[in-house]
């Protein structure tokens, strides 16, 4: 699988804290190579976010995403919940 970044994506993971950036690292790892995986709760989003999609991070923390084919996802942007839903 191909992950490509949004730039939106990219800005808001330089201000994401050092701690979440690792966790974050080792969930898009755990995504290669299971998309489904439970621990990752990858669900469907609705309102100005639908057809995009959401993993959990740690805690509050999502990454949104959307599949642009069967081999590539863009990641959209990462933060908490009231920050990217709010």
């Not at 730039?7 to 299971?34: G, M, V, Y």
Request: charged share 25%; with cysteine.
């Amino acid at each position: 699988m191909k992950i490509i970044t949004h730039r939106a994506f990219d800005k808001a993971f330089k201000k994401t804290p050092i701690s979440l950036k690792k966790k974050c690292i080792e969930r898009l790892a755990l995504f290669e190579k299971n998309q489904i995986d439970k621990r990752l709760n990858n669900h469907a989003l609705t309102g100005k976010y639908f057809g995009y999609r959401s993993i959990n991070i740690a805690n509050d923390w999502r990454v949104i995403f959307k599949e642009l084919d069967n081999q590539t996802v863009v990641l959209v942007n990462i933060g908490t919940h009231s920050q990217l839903y709010g």
